[in-house]
């Protein structure tokens, strides 16, 4: 992937350009074949994600989930998802599902998880998701008994990323009707008596992904994060920062589709001369890049607001992978289209880009949900004059 343009952008310090083009280096040193999650010869999804967060975390490439520096966690996935959606996955799994023990873990639960999840001897997970409880998390139904020895956990979760190899859950429960109180986060060992993976879910790209089923899980009260109540709050500000780098995964894959489309246009020979010298061509090459730094630019506003200190990024966030995901399907859409009938032919780099883009646009929040926050954001801004 080409950094130069992007990494002279004022959003980054030199420690970021350094590491992003150190990781660079070490990417491309791995065998292209790494990357092809898809091929024959491939392991499992899931032992290919084993092994990327082993090889990740003991070259200390998720340092920057360690210190949630958001702006290195966005180039880290940009540059990753750039090659291959499963290596992006392990990376963004790892942040995500230790994302709420970093930010309000006690001393001693982050002293006994996190540094497994970074050397990535241990595999993460957030289970937040329920099969009726998805964009509308106040229908979460998974409830967390309060008793004087711990909880007690009964429900379902569904649509969990890492469920069935992950070693620990970061799982969101109700704990009472409050509607603002109501949930609480609670760290759950994958060994719980009580804790059964059940169906896995195939998705049109490779994703290791299926339900969790609690029956009767004992947690003790060390396990909680945070205060009861604060569930609702943990998830929302977790995915505040995850969300951008969702919207940075988009700009991989889109950055990506331009790369494949625009090295095609000039070589794949039309009506006597080149495909890019069709003028309808070079316009679409033109939308596509635009739209590629339009994205980038949302994106590392709201990395960049992180790291200098705002609370929450939720608006900016939101913006952000909102556009990013949204214009990806676009360009990767484009990029098929340019390819013509290899376009949409397996084996394809851009068909498969095509399909990994998709789900961005649904999970950590759908498009829809994320015009919402946005909307509702802005309505609570104070009025001028
Ligand atoms: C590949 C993948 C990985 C995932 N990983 C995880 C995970 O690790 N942990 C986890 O907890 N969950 C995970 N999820 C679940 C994901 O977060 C949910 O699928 C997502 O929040 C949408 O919920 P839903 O599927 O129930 O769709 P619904 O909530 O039923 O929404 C369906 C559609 O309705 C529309 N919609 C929703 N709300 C509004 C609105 N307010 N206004 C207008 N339109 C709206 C949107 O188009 C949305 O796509 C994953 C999902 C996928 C596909």
Same mark, same amino acid.
């Given at each position: ?56 975390g003991?070259?200390g490439?998720l340092d920057?989930c360690k ?27 790892q942040?995500?599902?230790s ?15 996190l540094p497994e999840f970074f050397s990535g001897a241990s ?115 977790? %995915? ?7 919207? =940075? #995964? !988009? &700009?991989?894959?889109? /950055?990506? *589709? +331009? ?25 679409? %090459? ?7 730094? =339009? #994205? !980038? &630019?949302?994106?590392? /506003?709201? *990395? +960049? ?81």
């Amino acid at each position: 992937m080409r950094l130069d343009s992007t990494l002279a952008w004022p959003f980054f310090t030199d420690e970021h350009r350094v590491r992003a083009e150190r990781f660079e280096g070490w990417l491309e040193r791995l065998l292209p074949e790494r990357f092809d999650s898809e091929a024959a010869q491939a392991p499992s999804p899931e032992e290919q994600v084993r092994a990327w967060a082993r090889e990740l975390g003991s070259e200390g490439w998720l340092d920057p989930c360690k210190r949630l520096d958001v702006r290195a966690m966005a180039l880290a996935r940009e540059q990753l998802a750039y090659r291959g959606g499963l290596a992006d996955f392990a990376f963004a799994m790892q942040g995500l599902g230790s994302g709420a023990i970093s930010l309000f873990g006690s001393a001693e639960q982050r002293e006994r998880y996190l540094p497994e999840f970074f050397s990535g001897a241990s595999i993460a997970a957030f289970a937040l998701s329920e099969e009726h409880a998805g964009s509308d998390v106040s229908a979460l139904a998974t409830r967390a008994l309060h008793r004087d020895d711990g909880y007690v956990i009964d429900g379902e979760k569904c649509w969990i990323s890492n469920a069935g190899i992950a070693d620990t859950y970061v799982l969101f429960a109700r704990t009472s009707e409050s509607p603002s109180k109501g949930l609480s986060a609670f760290i759950v060992d994958a060994a719980a008596e009580g804790l059964a993976v059940g169906r896995s879910i195939r998705t049109m790209s490779p994703h290791p992904l299926g339900t969790l089923r609690f029956n009767g899980v004992r947690v003790p009260h060390s396990a909680r994060i945070g205060e009861e109540g604060d569930g609702f709050r943990i998830a929302m500000a977790t %995915l505040d920062i995850f969300r951008a780098t969702v919207g =940075a #995964a !988009a &700009l991989g894959f889109a /950055r990506r *589709a +331009f790369d494949e489309a625009r090295s095609h246009v000039l070589q794949r020979e039309i009506y006597g001369a080149k495909l890019a010298d069709l003028q309808l061509v070079s316009g679409m %090459l033109a939308e596509m890049a635009t739209e590629i730094d =339009a #994205a !980038a &630019l949302l994106v590392y /506003r709201a *990395a +960049f607001a992180k790291d200098a200190g705002a609370a929450r990024i939720t608006k900016e966030a939101a913006m952000a992978k909102w556009y990013a995901t949204e214009a990806a399907g676009r360009v990767c859409d484009r990029a098929v289209q340019l390819f013509g009938g290899r376009g949409v032919t397996h084996g394809e780099i851009v068909e498969r880009l095509y399909r990994d883009v998709r789900a961005l646009r649904i999970y950590e929040g759908a498009s829809e949900v994320q015009q919402v926050v946005i909307a509702r954001t802005l309505l609570k801004e104070p009025l001028l004059g």
